[in-house]
């Protein structure tokens, strides 16, 4: 079975042994039923179980897993991968209704194609399937960089300011989103380990610690990772969590500065690809909302906007957007409800696109409506190297 807990750095022997025990019957059923009901299928876990990091909660006196289970479903030809996973994690939930399940399905023949943090966690998997079977050369493992971080800092930003209706996040609270949040953006400042993969213990590295440190004391930081390890409570207000986002981020975009609305102008060119405007607008956008509705954060929000292309769009974005490139930026900084209101439903249309490109890029299968490029970041070191 997977050992879920070998990279935590607080978690004590005992409640690592019986959380284990706890998962390793989830991992029973969950193979037992793709055996039965998709034979031939390859089933992997990925996300935190899957890299060692697995978090621990205590019912009843008992301590059981507290993550969220990600699996990966690798599937022959001819069998539906949609329905397949969706019946996986019918059948989990079910049985484990405290424990969030997502499942991805993709064929064999998606796998010499997967990109970014995905196909790292694919190819750490590979070698321990809970069932089936899977060639680990068959998937690549790119060096991952600023770009890659930058993408799981922008999914969980977005699941904080602009929550879905998706049942793997029934469960997140506020409190569990923004340490997330915090802790994706440490990682973004971390080296990676000798695998390419970068976990929270990367975070409390020697190499880190500089780049944190002038945001952060090491104690504050060491408490994140053991709490969230735990599942405990943010313990700092929103307030403070969310200036804290707002200095790392600007330390991670702008090393040299930490000007963030600067370093986004600087950034705007790029936003013709879909992609990289939503990224870039949602972080001007955040800024607005979290620094007291700044007039930099907005202008830099239009000046995004009005570099934005409409390649790979939906026509009713590109519409959207048209008349948010409108507001008043000293309105929107006086957080007018009216004003803001138009740039909640850009961002929202926007968000729409950016998620259906950035499930065809994970597969490696570009819409042919956007050519993807990767922004030209200031931090240029490459996240898959010790460093």
């Known amino acids: 079975m997977i050992p879920a ?6 978690i004590a022997a ?13 991992f029973r059923r969950a193979a037992d039923h793709v055996e039965r009901t998709a034979p031939g299928t390859a089933l992997l876990v990925s996300g935190s179980i899957g890299r060692g990091e697995a978090a621990v909660t205590n019912r009843n006196g008992r301590w059981e897993l507290g993550s969220d289970i990600d699996f990966a479903l690798v599937l022959p030809d001819g069998i539906d991968g949609t329905t ?47 069932t089936g079977t899977i060639a680990p050369a068959s998937i690549p493992t790119p060096d991952l960089g600023p770009n890659d971080s930058l993408q799981v800092i922008t999914h969980q930003l977005a699941t904080y300011l602009m929550p879905g209706t998706e049942p793997e996040h029934r469960h997140d609270t506020d409190d569990h989103l923004l340490r997330k949040l915090l802790l994706e953006t440490l990682r973004a400042l971390a080296p990676a380990g000798a695998d390419g993969c970068t976990r929270h213990e990367d975070i409390l590295s020697a190499h880190a610690r500089t780049q944190w440190e002038p945001v952060l004391p090491a ?32 330390r991670f975009l702008a090393p040299a500065t930490g000007d963030l609305p600067d370093e986004l102008q600087r950034l705007a060119p790029a936003a013709a690809d879909v992609m990289a405007a939503y990224q870039l607008a949602l972080l001007a956008y955040t800024g607005l909302l979290l620094t007291g509705g700044s007039a930099r954060y907005t202008s830099t929000l239009c000046l995004i906007w ?36 138009i740039l909640a439903g850009a961002m929202w249309r926007l968000r729409d696109d950016y998620y259906r490109h950035l499930g065809a890029r994970m597969f490696g299968r570009p819409l042919l409506d956007s050519p993807y490029a990767d922004l030209p970041l200031a931090r240029t070191e490459v996240a898959g190297a010790r460093q």
Do not use: C
Not at 93 to 121: E, G, N, V
């Open 14 to 26: 005992e409640a690592r042994d019986q959380a284990q025990a706890h998962l390793n019957g989830l």
């Open 306 to 341: 009005d570099r934005m292309g409409t390649t790979g769009l939906t026509d009713t974005t590109i519409d959207v957007i048209q008349s948010a490139k409108s507001v008043d930026p000293t309105a929107v900084a006086q957080h007018r409800p009216r004003q803001l209101s």
């Open 219 to 250: 104690a504050q930081v060491e408490k994140l990772v053991a709490d969230r390890e735990h599942g405990r409570p943010l313990g700092i207000g929103h307030d403070h969590a969310h200036h804290l986002f707002i200095r790392l981020i600007a």
């Open 5 to 10: 807990f070998d990279h935590t750095v607080s």
């Open 84 to 130: 397949t996973a969706q019946n996986l994690i019918d059948h989990l939930t079910r049985l484990y209704p405290q424990i969030t399940t997502t499942a991805w399905p993709l064929y064999r023949s998606d796998l010499p194609h997967a990109r970014s943090h995905f196909a790292r966690d694919l190819a750490l998997a590979a070698g321990s399937p809970l």
